[in-house]
C-alpha cells in the first residue's frame, strides 16, 4: 500500500508563496522514517531539515512539490467564492492526483474537518483513495512530517533567492517579524518588489498609514 502525507509551509506570510508538498512511502517502509528521526519541521534546526531533505529525496517512493504564488493567493482571496482553504484544498487534490496513493495523511488546515474533505475530494480523479485529515498532522505522522520537511525546505530556499535578487533582507516574511514589518513598510509600493501578498491585512495597512502621511504632508 501507498502511503501519502501532505502539508504546507508558509501560510501566514505577507511574503512570497504557499509551498504545498506531498510525499510518498510504502507501507513497509514508514518505520525508517522514524529510524531517519523524521520530525514536523517547526522543530528541526535548518541545517537539520536541509539534511533529511536530502535523505528523504533517496528513500521516498515519490513525492510533489507546489509552489503556490502571492499573485494566486491574492486572486483567491479576492474571489468570494473561495479563500486560503479551498486553495489549499485544491492543491491538495492536485498533489493527490499525480502522486496516486491508497491512503493519504494531511495537516488539516480547516476548523471544519468534513467541509475540507468535501473539496479535496470534489476533483480526486480516484474516490477510492482513504483521507485522514487532523490537526497537528506534521506532529503525529512521520509522512506529514516528511512532507512538512519537503515544503519548508523550499520555501526557505526560495525566500533565500528573493533577498539575494533584491539586495535586502526582510526577513523571514512573517507579519510579527520586526524586519518583514520595517520592509514591508518602507516598500509596499515599490514597483519592483512584487512577493507581497496585498490581500494581507499587514500590507493593507501600511498602504493606509503611508496614504495618511500623505494626507497629513499635503
Not at 32 to 51: A, C, F, H, N
Not at 173 to 194: H, M, Q, R, S
Not at 202 to 216: D, G, M, N, T, V
Request: aromatic share 8%; glycine share 4%.
Amino acid at each position: 500500500m501507498l502511503v501519502c502525507g501532505i502539508d504546507e509551509a508558509g501560510r501566514g506570510p505577507v511574503i512570497g508563496p504557499l509551498v504545498m508538498a506531498g510525499a510518498t512511502i510504502s507501507e513497509d517502509k514508514l518505520k525508517k522514517l522514524e529510524i531517519l528521526g523524521v520530525q514536523d519541521s517547526k522543530i528541526l534546526t535548518r541545517k537539520r531539515r536541509e539534511e533529511l531533505f536530502k535523505e528523504l529525496l533517496m528513500l521516498l517512493d515519490g513525492y510533489k512539490i507546489i509552489s503556490v504564488s502571492n499573485e494566486t493567493i491574492d486572486e483567491h482571496l479576492n474571489d468570494e467564492k473561495s479563500n486560503l482553504n479551498i486553495l489549499e484544498a485544491y492543491t491538495t487534490t492536485e498533489i493527490i492526483n499525480i502522486l496516486a496513493p491508497d491512503e493519504v495523511f494531511i495537516d488539516l488546515p480547516d476548523r471544519n474537518k468534513d467541509r475540507y474533505e468535501s473539496h479535496v475530494r470534489k476533483n480526486m480523479e480516484s474516490q477510492k483513495v482513504k483521507l485522514i485529515s487532523e490537526h497537528k498532522a506534521d506532529a503525529k505522522y512521520p509522512i506529514v512530517s516528511a512532507a512538512s520537511i519537503l515544503a519548508k525546505v523550499t520555501r526557505d530556499r526560495y525566500i533565500d533567492m528573493l533577498k539575494e535578487k533584491i539586495g535586502m533582507d526582510f526577513g523571514s516574511g512573517y507579519p510579527a517579524d520586526p524586519k518583514t514589518k520595517i520592509f514591508l513598510e518602507n516598500n509596499w509600493d515599490n514597483v519592483n518588489i512584487n512577493f507581497f501578498r496585498k490581500t494581507w491585512e499587514p500590507y493593507k495597512q501600511a498602504k493606509i498609514k503611508k496614504e495618511q502621511r500623505s494626507l497629513f504632508d499635503f
